[in-house]
C-alpha cells in the first residue's frame, strides 16, 4: 500500500488542476534501472496505464506503475517546500541504500558490493 501524506495530496490536486488533461490523469510514479545506486524514481503526470494501481485522495491522484509496485510497496509519498530541495518526496522502506543525492536507491536482496555507478557507468 502506498501512502500520499496531507501535504502531498494537497500540492497535487493543486498540480493536477493546473495540468490534467482528462479525468483520469495523475502524478504517475515509477523505479527505473539508472541512477548512481542502481534504481531510479521517475514522476510524470500521465493517465494510467494496464496494470497501474491508482491511490486517491480528495482531488489528489497518484499512479503507480505496475512494474514498478514490489520495490514501492509501502513507500510514503510527502512534499517538500525547502528553498534548495522542493518537491514530491518518495521515503522508501525498501531502501537499502541511496545515493548522495537521495535520487536512486538501491533494494536489499539487489546489494552485491559492486557500486551501482560501476555497473551503469553513471555518475550522482
Not at 16 to 27: I, K, Y
Request: negative net charge; hydrophobic residues 35%.
Amino acid at each position: 500500500m502506498m501512502i500520499l501524506t496531507d501535504r502531498a495530496a494537497e500540492e497535487l490536486g493543486k498540480l493536477l488542476v493546473s495540468r490534467a488533461t482528462s479525468p483520469v490523469t495523475g502524478l504517475r510514479l515509477a523505479v527505473r534501472r539508472g541512477g548512481c545506486a542502481g534504481w531510479q524514481y521517475e514522476m510524470k503526470v500521465a493517465e494510467p496505464e494496464p496494470g497501474d494501481v491508482v491511490v486517491e485522495s480528495g482531488p489528489a491522484r497518484l499512479i503507480v506503475a505496475g512494474d514498478s509496485l514490489a520495490r514501492l510497496e509501502g513507500c510514503e509519498v510527502d512534499y517538500s517546500d525547502d528553498l534548495t530541495d522542493a518537491g514530491f518526496k518518495v521515503h522508501n522502506p525498501n531502501a537499502a541504500r541511496s545515493c548522495g543525492c537521495g535520487t536512486s536507491f538501491e533494494t536489499a536482496d539487489e546489494t552485491t558490493g559492486t557500486p551501482a555507478a560501476e555497473v551503469f557507468g553513471e555518475v550522482c
